[in-house]
């Protein structure tokens, strides 16, 4: 006798299949427990991951009891505008989609208190997010909306402030970086600043000692990037302290020569430094004396160990020789690389930015870098040592923790 084959249903029958025999469970529901280990509520919720979804399911209409809607890993475009009618939800979770925008009537869902958009496209968010109650807003995997990683991980307020505030200064990144240029002593890094800057050099160039900063602009192709340049003086009693001033968001350049026949054992000893304080900032090896001898490292071998490495340049910094490509290089690096200096700063932060960069004084304590955020309208302390930390990448201050204290100074 034959059977008859079950008609395989499509993604969208799954979905209404699942909402016709929902009903609401007495069981207790613990949600996104990494984010909100306090948010527990009664089972109202519906599971709808991973079907296939392109569209948010009609049938959801008729369940506006539901308080907790999972739409994980679907392949969702759009959300509907009758969303708001939703408005028992607490928790929507639609990471894993292909969302570019939300709609303004997600405002309505008054008691909406987690969304997880996490692996879209989202391009923009609309300003009613601001009127919600949320605690938590997953917005990780979304890369255009132009939101540093430090942001994202803080509570749903200070992310959507930091997020529309940039907005208004839109087309207004910092374009500002800190340049390490580190290495050992006469190994050229002063001539090569200076060829670098346009500036003359000098063949009688003295031994810079302790560290010297000076400024030089980077002609990028989206536009001009000021960055501090810091020159690392190279005497091995020196590199104790160096340690102090490699910060992340960076880009290094470890100045080489051949003359004392240590420069694979350089390299591998200040690539240690910068892997171990710059978080994964980007190297370029400047082999520099290189006029008239093709000298090497073993560049396998150190991109092997060293990742973050970007090229080997050859380069005679005394006689220019090698520096349009190495300016070209760095060019190439900023654009493609590093994508904090690219992204939009609020207006507040970048007025506490530009007064501390303006002060005469060597340092300021804490407690009155605090006042100065205060006085700018930036009030959160944890947002206050984001922006500490930001100041130290920089190159304008020194920090060397979030751990806030009066006792603690912000030298500049």
């Known amino acids: 006798m034959a059977t008859k084959r079950r008609k395989k249903l499509t993604p969208a029958e799954k979905a209404e299949l699942r909402i016709s025999k929902w009903k609401p469970s007495d069981s207790n529901i613990h949600w996104w427990e990494s984010m909100a280990s306090n948010f527990t509520v009664k089972g109202y919720q519906l599971d709808l991951n991973r079907l296939g979804l392109k569209h ?109 505030e940039s907005r208004a200064e ?87 020569e ?3 026949g240590s420069a694979q054992r350089d390299a591998e000893y200040w690539l240690k430094l910068i892997e171990t304080q710059g978080g994964g900032s980007p190297v370029i090896v400047v082999m520099n004396w290189s006029r008239g001898q093709n000298w090497k490292v073993d560049e396998v071998k150190l991109r092997r160990k060293f990742p973050f490495i970007v090229d080997f340049l050859p380069t005679d910094a005394l006689h220019g020789e090698g520096i349009d490509q190495l300016r070209t290089t760095m060019h190439e690096v900023v654009e493609a690389r590093m994508s904090d200096v690219w992204l939009p700063f609020p207006l507040r932060w970048r007025e506490i930015k530009d007064e501390v960069a303006g002060m005469r004084g060597n340092f300021l304590t804490y407690s009155q870098y605090t006042e100065l955020c205060a ?38």
């Open 375 to 412: 006085m700018h309208g930036e009030d959160d302390p944890a947002a206050q040592a984001d922006l500490a930390g930001i100041l130290h990448a920089l190159g304008l201050a020194l920090y060397f923790g979030k751990v806030t204290s009066s006792r603690k100074t912000l030298p500049k």
């Open 258 to 260: 051949p003359r004392t």
């Open 170 to 256: 839109k087309g207004r990144p910092l374009l500002e970086l800190k340049l390490l240029v580190v290495g050992r002593g006469k190994a050229g890094k002063t001539t090569l600043i200076k060829q670098l800057a346009g500036e003359k050099v000098d063949k009688e160039e003295s031994e810079t000692h302790s560290i010297a900063i000076r400024e030089l602009m980077l002609d990028c192709p989206r536009g001009s990037v000021c960055t501090r340049a810091w020159d690392f003086g190279g005497q091995e009693i020196l590199h104790s302290t160096h340690q102090f001033f490699l910060t992340e968001r960076s880009l290094y350049l470890l100045v080489l």
């Open 56 to 164: 948010m399911p009609d049938g959801l209409r008729a369940l506006p009891a539901v308080e907790l809607l999972h739409l994980t890993d679907n392949v969702i475009e759009q959300l509907p505008t009758w969303i708001g009618e939703l408005s028992a939800l607490k928790g929507l979770s639609l990471g894993g989609n292909k969302l570019r925008t939300l709609p303004d009537e997600i405002g309505s869902l008054r008691n909406l208190k987690l969304l997880g958009v996490s692996r879209n496209q989202l391009e923009e968010l609309p300003e009613t997010l601001r009127s919600l109650p949320l605690e938590q807003i997953k917005l990780e995997g979304n890369p255009k909306l132009g939101l540093p990683e430090s942001i994202l991980d803080r509570p749903a307020d200070e992310v959507l402030r930091y997020y529309f």
